[in-house]
């Protein structure tokens, strides 16, 4: 269970934010690692646990195929797939990813029909492109369309710099994702869809007589990892994305830029482990406890309270707890009038200089345009704090 952390409230008020709390000084990250780029969360409350060039696109190999599949569990739920349906294995996916192409595939056969089921899986588990290939095809008539439909839901789920240019993950020039979508995308892949999820996990498939084990190595250490991907391009080095459970606590992490199969294992490994032992979590606010104020202009009042729906739960560092700092920030100047309940600002927490959370806050009470007089006063403290 969360810890009650102690809050230190502080009044100062800048034209950006508030400061709501500062308990000690920042200190840099204590974790270091040989991948070039690295992202870390708590699932439940998002925490970011470790971050390393996070936001810098890169090719993304087969760590693509976790997008693809992201389409087709959203097309079975939506009603528009079922598992039992079947697609055609065209010449063109037997060649790109079957087994004339020398990668990873699930070697389906030339013109044989294949269960969307069957598909999923020599997909997840095998990592076969041909997989993909023909499950593109048959939802959007090709791997082009498939692809641009791919870009345009990673941008519905919010991830805004991720580009997909083939179901595959082979080299494309189009083809970039970062360490911090991806692992967006992870997390909500396992929070939307419980069930495909569990395929991530899986040991091995066996496909036209061919039984090929799981190529995440991290699922045969027997430590609570559960998916999700493994990748490697030469322009990005060797990659991964994985989660693990233990306890009652889930980390999603995204690494790449390992230099071999074995340095990928290993420090995804200690990063993990890392994360599970060095973290605990500490409450924050109670949902609707009043975290601060923000300055109202031209209202019958000069502030509005503000206050989280739910509550504010982080993952802090169990050595060094004193590393969190808090702002409210919102939009200056906030002009009446203000409704109750209406999103104003947000609660942004910082561990070191990472960013750990963020979370949305709302007025508590209501605040109507003020008198004439009241505006105009209100009016020059804009002016003045504008000039200064």
């Known amino acids: 269970m969360a810890q009650p952390f102690t809050k230190n409230l502080i009044s100062a008020i800048t034209i950006a934010y508030a400061v709501v709390f500062v308990p000690g000084k920042a200190k840099a990250q204590e974790f270091h690692t040989r991948a070039d780029k690295a992202f870390m969360i708590e699932a439940d409350t998002g925490s970011v646990l470790f971050a390393k060039d996070e936001d810098t696109p890169v090719p993304p190999a087969s760590l693509a195929k976790m997008m693809t599949m992201e389409v087709v569990f959203n097309e079975i739920v939506e009603g528009r ?12 996916a037997w060649r790109t990813g079957g087994a ?15 269960p969307v089921g069957d598909l999923i899986r020599g997909a997840i588990v095998q990592s076969g492109n041909d997989s ?17 439909k791919m870009t345009e839901r990673a941008r519905e789920l919010g991830m805004t710099k991720s580009v997909f240019g083939n179901a595959t993950g082979l080299p494309h020039p189009d083809s970039a994702v970062t360490m911090r979508e991806l692992v967006t995308l992870a997390r909500y892949t396992q929070q939307t869809y419980p069930d495909f999820y569990r395929l991530y996990s899986e040991p091995e498939f066996k496909w036209n007589g061919i039984n090929q084990r799981n190529r995440n190595p991290l699922l045969r250490l027997g430590i609570g990892v559960d998916g999700l991907k493994t990748g490697y391009t030469e322009a990005s080095g060797y990659g991964i994305v994985s989660s693990i459970e233990r306890d009652g ?45 923000a300055s109202v202009y031209g209202g019958d009042g000069s502030y ?6 739910s509550a504010v739960t982080i993952f802090i560092p169990v050595a060094d707890p004193e590393r969190i700092k808090a702002r409210i920030v919102y939009d200056w100047p906030l002009e009446a009038p203000v409704e109750k309940g209406a999103q104003i600002g947000a609660l ?4 070191g200089d990472t960013l750990n959370q963020e979370t949305p806050l709302y007025a508590t009470n209501s605040v109507p345009v003020g008198p004439l007089h009241r505006r105009a ?9 504008f000039w200064l």
């Open 249 to 293: 606590t889930r980390l999603f992490l995204a690494m790449s830029g390992m230099s071999s199969e074995k340095e990928r294992a290993e420090e995804a490994r200690k990063m993990l482990e890392w994360g599970l032992r060095s973290f605990e979590p500490k409450d924050l606010f109670q949902a609707g406890e009043i975290v601060g104020q």
């Open 348 to 351: 942004k927490v910082w561990t």
């Open 304 to 309: 509005v309270d503000l206050a989280p729906e």
């Open 100 to 114: 004339p192409s020398g990668t990873s595939t699930m070697f389906a056969a030339i013109k044989s029909f294949v």
């Open 81 to 92: 797939l079922s598992l039992d349906d079947e697609f055609q294995v065209s010449e063109n």
């Open 132 to 148: 993909c290939i023909i499950l593109a095809e048959g939802i959007s008539g090709s791997e082009d369309l498939f692809a641009k």
């Open 377 to 385: 006063f209100h009016a020059l403290q804009e002016l003045m704090l």
